[in-house]
């Protein structure tokens, strides 16, 4: 399936942080790789959105919305760099 | 050590607090004041929110429709209105099945309300008198919305910036923002700044367009856009597969990643 970008994921980030997390640097604990969270890949086929490192694939973030309560995952994130 | 070494009495500290969002997301209600065609699949929305904290040229919102059984959907609309005020201007395209844009586009009556949560996204956006480089903006289809924002809000601010946009579409009766655009880059500002409108037409061009229709390519992206070399912001907006092709070509053509910014849509039904 094709897929959108982290910048769709600003809206349900916001619900739970202050900050604008997209627009954060953030490393994956897959390849490394640092990048702004709105430049990775967003899947949302699933019952949830899944966030994927645009270098390697690998699962940065989810986040599942069953109404009553939020699930967010960063596990693939190992750092997040937010600016003053 | 003081408590005056950590905190600058003056600021009250403010300094060493994480940056918030000048315009702070939140949920608002907004009412329908004009419904109108934008092209012969979408519509214009132009809504009043009272509690609109501003629009930043680039952010989107999510909408919220609830059905009366309680079932919600929720999609991402790029804001088309910049600057500051509570008018917020959104430019719908119709997803044939969708659950959201069907609503919106055929449904929706001036009068009518909704629910709002923005503005949204802090990475797509363009401000004004940060950054002297040029701008490129390159739009494919209703991805042209957030670009029509920085656009205009450059128009507006007579922003001395170079800005160029590169606008690929299905055929004349597509374009959105038509008159608005034909505007920015028809008019000079006092200082002599104005916007670079390119067209590329996929299915059909005007009669009067010397320029073959077919989708964009690598060598029109390199011909019609300012060269790397210029060192330009790039804004790319369009469905995933235009983005990820237009960047991908970017970056061949020498452009740095880190000044390319991206966002994608994928008509999520």
Redesign the interface.
């Given at each position: 399936m094709?897929?959108?970008?982290?910048?769709?994921l600003?809206?349900v980030l916001?619900?739970v942080f202050?900050?604008?997390l997209?627009?954060a640097r953030a490393r994956c604990t897959g390849c490394g790789n640092v990048g702004?969270l709105?430049?990775a890949m967003l899947y949302?086929g699933a019952p949830g959105l899944v966030a994927r490192c645009a270098g390697c694939d690998q699962v940065l973030a989810t986040v599942v919305d069953s109404?009553d309560r939020l699930w967010l995952s960063l596990t693939g994130l190992s750092a997040i760099e937010?600016?003053? | 050590m003081t408590q005056g070494a950590l905190t600058d009495p003056a600021t009250g500290g403010a300094e060493a607090r994480l940056a918030r969002p000048q315009r702070r997301a939140a949920w608002h209600v907004a009412r329908v004041t004009e419904v109108r065609p934008e092209t012969a699949s979408a519509v214009r929305l132009v809504l009043d929110v009272p509690t609109w904290p501003g629009n930043d040229a680039g952010a989107h919102l999510d909408v919220r429709l609830t059905a009366p059984d309680g079932y919600q959907a929720t999609r991402s609309y790029s804001v088309a209105s910049a600057g500051d005020g509570t008018q917020v201007v959104l430019a719908v395209d119709e997803v044939p099945d969708g659950e959201v844009s069907p609503f919106l586009v055929h449904d929706l009556r001036p009068g009518d309300q909704l629910e709002l949560h923005g503005p949204l996204g802090a990475f797509f956006v363009w401000r004004p008198g940060r950054d002297t480089r040029p701008v490129q903006l390159i739009a494919g289809g209703s991805g042209v919305v957030p670009l029509y924002a920085m656009a205009s809000l450059h128009g507006a601010a007579s922003d001395p910036t170079a800005f160029r946009l590169l606008y690929s579409v299905r055929t004349p009766q597509d374009v959105f923002f038509a008159d608005e655009l034909a505007s920015l880059s028809g008019a000079a500002t006092h200082d002599g700044s104005t916007l670079g409108l390119d067209l590329v037409w996929t299915r059909r061009a005007p009669d009067s367009s010397p320029d073959a229709v077919g989708r964009l390519t690598r060598q029109t992206l390199a011909a019609r856009t300012i060269p790397a070399a210029d060192r330009p912001l790039v804004y790319v907006c369009g469905p995933t597969g235009f983005v990820e092709a237009i960047a991908g070509w970017l970056q061949e053509a020498g452009h740095d990643a880190a000044d390319i910014r991206t966002e994608r849509f994928g008509g999520t039904p």
């Open positions: 094709t897929h959108l970008d982290g910048n769709a600003a809206g916001a619900e202050a900050v604008d997209t627009d702004r709105a430049e949302t109404g937010l600016r003053r | -």
